[in-house]
Each structure stands twice: as C-alpha cells, then as structure tokens.
Nanobody, 123 residues
Framework: VQLQASGGGLVQAGGSLRLSCAAS????????MGWFRQAPGKEREFVATTNMRGTFTVYADSVKGRFTISKDDRKNTMDLQMNKLEPEDAAVYYC?????????????????WGQGTLVTVSS
C-alpha cells in the first residue's frame, strides 16, 4: 500500500486549504485513515481520523469545528478540508492508513504512511 499526500502550501491566517491523500494497492474503504502533523521541534500529533466506511470521525480538540476529514471511494482518496487556519496549524501533514479505528488517535495504530505535505500559515 502506498499513500501520497498533496495539497499543502502557503496560506494566510483565516484561509483554507484542502489536503488529499491518494491510496494505491488497496481500496480506501478497507482502511482506517488518519491525518497527523508535525511542526518543527515538536512531536508528531494526531489531527483527525475516519473509519473504513467514512461514517465515523474523530478530531483533535485543536482542529474541531475547523477541519473536516472525508473519503472519496470513487477516487480512492481521503481529504482534509482545513478552514480558518491559524499560524499554529503550520506543520508537515502526514496521512496514514491502518486497520484499527478504536486506537486510531495514536500513530502506532497505523501501518502505512504518506510522505507528508507542508502547510505554512502566515500571520
């Protein structure tokens, strides 16, 4: 399974970005998917996750109400719509795929990782 993250870039605070994660080698509907991020000098942190069918989602408190995770089975992709971006959201964002939703807030629950896409937020 390979995951390819894209969509990062530079945006002003208050703006929006949409990240996408394309899966190959397995259907997106057979994977628990998540987004994590890592800012310089900080540990990787959980952002959002969705179950195999895309019917349940969990968000970090810091992004709840601003970010939306979703799956597109036709395109075999997972997206992260990020609105009202704040400078604190700046990081490299990683998509991940696994098989266990119950522990999907934790990086160790995932078997597959994308390469990361950089999000920069200017104040």
């Amino acid at each position: 399974v390979q995951l390819q993250a894209s969509g990062g870039g530079l945006v002003q605070a208050g703006g929006s970005l949409r990240l996408s994660c394309a899966a190959s080698g397995r259907t997106i509907s057979s994977l628990v998917m998540g987004w994590f991020r890592q800012a310089p000098g900080k540990e990787r942190e959980f952002v959002a996750t969705t179950n195999m069918r895309g019917t349940f989602t969990v968000y970090a408190d810091s992004v709840k109400g601003r970010f939306t995770i979703s799956k597109d089975d036709r395109k075999n992709t997972m997206d992260l719509q990020m609105n009202k971006l704040e400078p604190e959201d700046a990081a490299v964002y990683y998509c991940a795929g696994g098989s266990t939703f119950v522990s999907s807030r934790y990086a160790g629950a995932y078997d597959y990782w994308g390469q990361g896409t950089l999000v920069t937020v200017s104040s």
